[in-house]
Protein backbone atom coordinates (compact mmCIF):
# COMPACT_ATOMS: atom_id res chain seq x y z
CA UNK A 1 0.00 0.00 0.00
CA UNK A 2 1.32 2.90 -0.93
CA UNK A 3 1.86 5.86 1.71
CA UNK A 4 -0.38 8.76 1.50
CA UNK A 5 0.96 11.26 3.87
CA UNK A 6 3.38 13.85 2.48
CA UNK A 7 5.85 13.42 5.23
CA UNK A 8 5.81 9.52 4.80
CA UNK A 9 6.20 9.86 0.91
CA UNK A 10 9.25 11.99 1.36
CA UNK A 11 10.55 9.18 3.82
CA UNK A 12 10.37 6.82 2.03
CA UNK A 13 11.93 8.72 -1.09
CA UNK A 14 14.86 10.14 1.18
CA UNK A 15 15.13 6.01 2.29
CA UNK A 16 15.60 5.04 -1.48
CA UNK A 17 18.10 8.18 -1.76
CA UNK A 18 20.58 6.58 0.81
CA UNK A 19 19.85 9.61 3.46
CA UNK A 20 17.94 7.25 6.24
CA UNK A 21 18.99 9.52 9.36
CA UNK A 22 17.57 12.50 7.37
CA UNK A 23 14.09 10.29 6.68
CA UNK A 24 14.32 9.46 10.34
CA UNK A 25 14.10 13.13 11.92
CA UNK A 26 11.34 13.65 9.30
CA UNK A 27 9.13 10.68 10.58
CA UNK A 28 9.69 12.38 14.34
CA UNK A 29 8.27 15.30 13.03
CA UNK A 30 4.29 16.83 13.10
CA UNK A 31 1.37 14.66 11.55
CA UNK A 32 3.06 11.38 12.18
CA UNK A 33 2.99 11.33 15.75
CA UNK A 34 -0.21 12.08 17.88
CA UNK A 35 -1.07 15.47 19.31
CA UNK A 36 0.92 16.28 22.60
CA UNK A 37 3.96 14.65 20.89
CA UNK A 38 4.56 17.00 17.86
CA UNK A 39 8.18 18.13 17.79
CA UNK A 40 9.78 20.13 14.56
CA UNK A 41 12.42 18.14 13.02
CA UNK A 42 13.52 21.58 11.47
CA UNK A 43 14.69 19.80 8.10
CA UNK A 44 15.04 21.40 4.77
CA UNK A 45 13.34 18.49 3.29
CA UNK A 46 10.17 17.65 5.84
CA UNK A 47 7.24 19.11 3.99
CA UNK A 48 5.94 20.34 7.60
CA UNK A 49 8.86 22.16 8.72
CA UNK A 50 9.50 23.80 4.91
CA UNK A 51 5.91 25.22 5.23
CA UNK A 52 6.29 26.72 8.25
CA UNK A 53 9.47 28.23 7.18
CA UNK A 54 8.40 29.43 3.91
CA UNK A 55 6.02 31.50 5.75
CA UNK A 56 8.36 32.74 8.35
CA UNK A 57 10.61 33.85 5.59
CA UNK A 58 7.78 35.31 3.75
CA UNK A 59 6.55 37.49 6.17
CA UNK A 60 10.29 38.78 6.72
CA UNK A 61 10.78 39.35 3.25
CA UNK A 62 6.93 41.16 3.13
CA UNK A 63 8.30 43.46 5.62
CA UNK A 64 11.00 44.61 4.38
CA UNK A 65 9.69 44.97 0.88
CA UNK A 66 6.96 46.96 2.36
CA UNK A 67 9.89 49.35 3.16
CA UNK A 68 11.05 49.92 -0.07
CA UNK A 69 10.50 53.19 -1.94
CA UNK A 70 10.88 51.79 -5.85
CA UNK A 71 10.18 47.52 -5.46
CA UNK A 72 11.26 45.89 -8.63
CA UNK A 73 11.08 41.92 -9.31
CA UNK A 74 14.28 40.88 -10.62
CA UNK A 75 16.09 36.93 -11.96
CA UNK A 76 19.14 35.37 -11.63
CA UNK A 77 19.99 32.42 -13.58
CA UNK A 78 22.47 29.70 -13.84
CA UNK A 79 22.02 26.44 -15.41
CA UNK A 80 23.88 23.24 -14.44
CA UNK A 81 25.88 21.27 -16.89
CA UNK A 82 24.57 17.90 -16.05
CA UNK A 83 22.13 16.32 -13.51
CA UNK A 84 24.99 15.70 -10.86
CA UNK A 85 26.22 19.29 -10.80
CA UNK A 86 23.97 21.32 -8.88
CA UNK A 87 25.99 22.66 -6.43
CA UNK A 88 27.94 23.97 -9.45
CA UNK A 89 25.37 25.94 -10.78
CA UNK A 90 24.39 27.13 -6.77
CA UNK A 91 28.05 28.55 -6.57
CA UNK A 92 28.31 30.93 -9.48
CA UNK A 93 25.09 31.71 -8.94
CA UNK A 94 25.23 33.31 -5.49
CA UNK A 95 28.74 34.55 -6.63
CA UNK A 96 27.70 35.98 -9.32
CA UNK A 97 25.36 37.98 -7.26
CA UNK A 98 27.65 39.34 -4.94
CA UNK A 99 29.89 40.29 -7.58
CA UNK A 100 26.84 42.23 -9.72
CA UNK A 101 26.10 43.74 -6.18
CA UNK A 102 29.49 45.59 -6.20
CA UNK A 103 29.28 47.23 -9.80
CA UNK A 104 28.29 50.75 -10.20
CA UNK A 105 25.02 49.49 -11.83
CA UNK A 106 24.17 48.48 -8.22
CA UNK A 107 24.64 51.85 -6.46
CA UNK A 108 21.11 52.40 -6.98
CA UNK A 109 19.91 49.86 -5.21
CA UNK A 110 19.13 50.38 -1.80
CA UNK A 111 17.69 47.08 -0.15
CA UNK A 112 17.35 43.33 -1.44
CA UNK A 113 15.36 40.65 -0.35
CA UNK A 114 14.61 37.15 -1.98
CA UNK A 115 15.45 33.34 -2.35
CA UNK A 116 17.39 30.72 -4.67
CA UNK A 117 15.26 27.86 -5.61
CA UNK A 118 16.11 25.47 -8.50
CA UNK A 119 14.27 22.99 -11.07
CA UNK A 120 15.18 20.07 -12.75
CA UNK A 121 14.88 20.40 -16.25
CA UNK A 122 14.18 17.15 -18.78
CA UNK A 123 15.32 15.06 -16.02
CA UNK A 124 18.86 16.23 -17.35
CA UNK A 125 20.16 19.75 -15.73
CA UNK A 126 19.33 21.60 -12.94
CA UNK A 127 17.84 25.64 -13.53
CA UNK A 128 19.82 27.14 -10.23
CA UNK A 129 18.29 30.66 -9.88
CA UNK A 130 17.52 33.42 -7.61
CA UNK A 131 13.72 35.36 -7.47
CA UNK A 132 14.46 38.89 -5.93
CA UNK A 133 12.91 42.51 -5.33
CA UNK A 134 15.45 45.00 -5.12
CA UNK A 135 14.41 48.71 -4.09
CA UNK A 136 15.81 51.22 -7.14
CA UNK A 137 15.78 54.00 -8.78
CA UNK A 138 13.62 53.34 -12.41
CA UNK A 139 14.98 56.22 -14.15
CA UNK A 140 16.53 54.01 -16.98
CA UNK A 141 15.54 50.61 -16.44
CA UNK A 142 17.09 49.30 -19.45
CA UNK A 143 20.43 50.44 -18.99
CA UNK A 144 20.47 49.48 -15.67
CA UNK A 145 19.13 45.66 -16.73
CA UNK A 146 21.93 45.73 -19.50
CA UNK A 147 24.58 46.62 -17.06
CA UNK A 148 23.75 44.41 -14.48
CA UNK A 149 23.66 41.54 -17.25
CA UNK A 150 26.94 42.12 -18.38
CA UNK A 151 28.30 41.90 -14.83
CA UNK A 152 26.67 38.68 -13.75
CA UNK A 153 27.27 37.45 -16.98
CA UNK A 154 31.23 37.84 -16.43
CA UNK A 155 30.77 36.74 -13.06
CA UNK A 156 29.85 33.28 -14.02
CA UNK A 157 32.05 33.33 -17.41
CA UNK A 158 28.98 33.48 -19.34
CA UNK A 159 26.48 30.92 -18.00
CA UNK A 160 24.55 33.32 -15.95
CA UNK A 161 21.55 35.40 -17.79
CA UNK A 162 19.93 38.59 -15.42
CA UNK A 163 16.50 39.77 -16.71
CA UNK A 164 13.70 42.64 -14.86
CA UNK A 165 10.76 39.29 -14.03
CA UNK A 166 8.18 39.52 -16.89
CA UNK A 167 5.66 38.08 -14.74
CA UNK A 168 5.21 41.09 -12.54
CA UNK A 169 7.89 43.51 -12.46
CA UNK A 170 6.37 46.23 -10.13
CA UNK A 171 4.66 44.79 -6.65
CA UNK A 172 1.59 47.01 -5.75
CA UNK A 173 1.32 47.77 -2.40
CA UNK A 174 -1.21 45.50 -1.57
CA UNK A 175 0.72 42.19 -3.14
CA UNK A 176 4.01 42.00 -0.89
CA UNK A 177 2.84 38.71 0.49
CA UNK A 178 1.86 36.64 -2.60
CA UNK A 179 5.22 37.75 -4.02
CA UNK A 180 7.26 37.05 -1.01
CA UNK A 181 5.67 33.60 -0.89
CA UNK A 182 6.00 33.11 -4.53
CA UNK A 183 9.91 33.72 -4.16
CA UNK A 184 9.95 31.94 -1.08
CA UNK A 185 7.75 28.81 -2.25
CA UNK A 186 11.01 26.22 -1.45
CA UNK A 187 13.19 24.31 -3.34
CA UNK A 188 12.65 21.34 -0.90
CA UNK A 189 8.85 21.76 0.03
CA UNK A 190 6.54 20.24 -2.51
CA UNK A 191 8.86 20.65 -5.86
CA UNK A 192 8.08 17.86 -8.82
CA UNK A 193 11.53 16.17 -8.80
CA UNK A 194 11.23 15.71 -4.64
CA UNK A 195 9.80 12.23 -4.79
CA UNK A 196 12.61 10.82 -7.36
CA UNK A 197 15.28 9.24 -5.22
CA UNK A 198 18.24 10.32 -7.73
CA UNK A 199 17.14 13.72 -7.65
CA UNK A 200 16.78 14.35 -3.77
CA UNK A 201 20.04 12.67 -3.61
CA UNK A 202 21.69 15.09 -5.85
CA UNK A 203 19.82 17.86 -3.66
CA UNK A 204 20.71 16.89 -0.23
CA UNK A 205 24.46 16.64 -1.29
CA UNK A 206 24.15 20.06 -3.36
CA UNK A 207 22.89 21.90 -0.21
CA UNK A 208 25.04 20.85 2.61
CA UNK A 209 26.47 24.06 3.97
CA UNK A 210 24.75 26.07 1.38
CA UNK A 211 22.04 28.79 2.36
CA UNK A 212 19.23 29.85 0.09
CA UNK A 213 17.59 33.03 1.27
CA UNK A 214 19.03 36.39 -0.07
CA UNK A 215 18.70 39.71 1.23
CA UNK A 216 20.92 42.87 2.57
CA UNK A 217 20.05 46.43 3.08
Known sequence: MQPTDPQEIRAVALE???????????RKCGSLLPPGRR????????????SRERERLARRTAAKIRAMRDPLLVQFSV?????KDLGAALDPLRAGISRARRTWAFKTVRAGAGAIEFKLLQNRFWDAHAHLVVDVDDDDLDMWEHEVQKAFTKATDGRGR????????????????????YMHKGATEDAPWSGSPAALAVVVQSLHGRRLPVAWG
Not at 44 to 50: G, K, L, N, S, T
Not at 79 to 83: A, E, P, T, W
Not at 162 to 181: C, E, K, L, V, Y
Open 16 to 26: KAGEVMIAARI
Open 39 to 50: IACKSRYCPCCA
Open 79 to 83: KSRGF
Open 162 to 181: FSIHWQAPDIAPGHTMRIAR
